[in-house]
């Protein structure tokens, strides 16, 4: 990375290096440790315009890693010249600065530490950090960003730092330090929290594990389905080898049918939310958890359905690039001189794949548009309703359209008993349950009379909110159901 890089600071509107109206700025920090982080948060720290002193156990090896703005000393010096000190050191390591804690008292330390596992330790390191340094303020916060992340420059990185300690005005100057350095600190509250922002970078993927457990499940399902379909049944019953087909057609029928159900997963949770807002009459009962969990989980689904989609258009263009395609073209060109026939054109069959790829393409462009403004640097430039329009009007036409795709990729094969290899029935039908079931549900709740009703709840309309009330005294004012005053 460039050093003109390095100089600017990582938010483009700030420009608040050397600024000396800014507090944060031009004051000395000091770094307990010279390793990568410590080298890494040096340099940032230098870039930003502040003095940065060193303590490192062994100063002259580790003096030429820093640059030289930097003052590289013995622990005990770098922490006499500094009131906030971030001790990049392991946890493990945090007993050998015992010795430190005279010169340490009344100062703030910054604990960047993260662990290995989960839950590692009973209280988290800031905690334990605070408890061999009592007379010190501990704040927890920088360990969600990286080394490489610091020095990254103006454009990569995430920007977010989280900040927790018991002591307000200590985190006011870590989160000013912070955003001198052109990160966003986020006050996570008390000490308490540390322990939740030092787990938080050993998640992996949390938001995407139940989608991802979906999307492999339903390949798992349609990939034996269409193995038994394409490759065994022609081997069972006609001693026919077709393990080539495995690496790419049948992985080719798999992809769309997973694509096509996950999107209508998407819609579904919002069906199902809609039947519970008009079976309850009101839109402030709480949802069952699972339910939740879907509704929370829809982009990553989508995201997931796109992957899919996207895989199988490049699977479908490969097609023709096949050998075994190739002999068979030739072999059927070769029938067709033997049974002198000039002409097998058949318009049906041609239209029938003019449309179903032309509806194909279409379904996934606007796959590609919903997955695009689902990335929340695009999603933020939407307003609420620009926003709305495109992942619930467009993404439901593009259910429909994926639909279509399949039925013209279907046309009358359901109708075809040749079609039913040991009595089962072509791929394609069954992926169509769901999808037309969500599209039915969004037809029947476009009824003027349903909309209206869903409308109302949406809006706050509750069924007999009145009779709940009244009912206990037993006037017998109102009968029960609605009451005139919120029909
Ligand atoms: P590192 O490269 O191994 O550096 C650790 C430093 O600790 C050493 O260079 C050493 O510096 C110092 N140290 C002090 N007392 C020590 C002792 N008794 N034994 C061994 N070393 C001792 O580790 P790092 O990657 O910079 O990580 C430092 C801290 O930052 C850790 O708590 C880590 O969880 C946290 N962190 C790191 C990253 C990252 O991307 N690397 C990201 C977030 C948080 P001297 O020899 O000069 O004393």
Redesign the pocket.
């Known amino acids: 990375m460039s050093r003109g890089d390095m100089a600017k600071p990582l938010l483009g509107h700030r420009s608040l290096e050397g600024d000396p109206s800014t507090p944060a700025a031009g004051r000395t920090i000091g770094v ?7 080298r890494s948060l040096a340099i940032r720290l230098v870039c930003s315009g502040f003095k940065v002193v060193v303590g ?3 100063p002259k090896r ?1 003096a030429g890693l820093f640059p030289s703005a930097a003052e590289v000393t013995f ?1 005990a010096e770098a922490v006499k010249k500094t009131d906030v000190i971030f001790v ?4 493990e ?1 945090y007993s ?2 015992c010795d430190l804690a005279d010169v340490l008292a009344g100062k703030i330390l910054v604990d ?3 662990n290995t596992e989960i839950n590692h330790h009973k209280e988290s390191n800031a905690e334990y950090l605070a408890s061999l340094f009592p007379a010190s303020t501990v704040v927890k916060g ?2 969600v ?4 992340t610091l020095q990254s420059g103006a454009r990569d990185g995430n920007k977010q730092v989280l900040i927790c300690s018991n002591n307000q005005e200590a985190k006011r100057t870590v989160a000013e330090i912070a955003q001198v350095m052109g990160f966003t600190p986020v006050d996570m509250g008390c000490m308490s929290s540390a322990r939740e922002i030092e787990n938080i ?1 050993l998640h992996l993927l949390p938001a995407w594990k139940i989608p991802i457990f979906l999307a492999l499940g339903l390949f798992l399902c349609f990939f034996t389905y269409n193995l038994i379909r394409q490759v065994i049944h022609p081997y069972v019953r006609e001693q026919k080898n077709k393990l080539y087909k495995i690496p790419i057609e049948v992985v080719n029928t798999t992809l769309p049918c997973v694509a096509y159900v996950m999107l209508s997963l998407v819609y579904l949770p919002g069906v199902l939310a809609a039947c519970s807002q008009l079976y309850y009459g009101t839109k402030y009962r709480r949802f069952p958890d699972w339910l939740d969990q879907w509704l929370q989980h829809r982009k990553q689904i989508g995201l997931l359905s796109f992957f899919c989609a996207a895989l199988h258009a490049v699977y479908s263009l490969c097609l023709p690039m096949r050998r075994s395609h190739r002999y068979q073209l030739i072999e059927t060109a070769v029938k067709q001189a033997v049974e002198k026939k000039m002409n097998i054109w058949v318009e049906e069959e041609v239209w029938r794949m003019e449309i179903y790829i032309s509806v194909g393409i279409i379904a996934l462009g606007l796959m590609s548009l919903l997955a695009i403004t689902s990335l929340p640097s695009i999603a933020n430039s939407l307003n609420w309703r620009e926003f709305s329009f495109i992942q619930s009007t467009l993404g439901f036409i593009a259910l429909v359209i994926s639909t279509l795709h399949t039925l013209t990729y279907g046309w009358s094969r359901a109708f075809d008993e040749n079609q039913y290899k040991f009595y089962l029935p072509p791929t394609y039908t069954l992926t169509l349950l769901v999808p037309c079931t969500v599209i039915l549900a969004k037809v029947i709740f476009s009824l003027p009379c349903i909309q209206q009703r869903l409308l109302r709840i949406r809006r706050g309309w509750e069924k007999g909110r009145y009779v709940k009330f009244i009912l206990p005294s037993a006037t017998g004012e109102f009968s029960s159901g609605e009451t005139s005053s919120n029909v």
Request: aromatic share 14%.
């Open positions: 307990l440790g010279s390793g990568d982080f410590a490192s156990r062994n580790k622990q990049a050191v392991f946890r390591h050998t600065l960047v530490s993260n920088f360990n960003v990286s080394a490489w970078p």
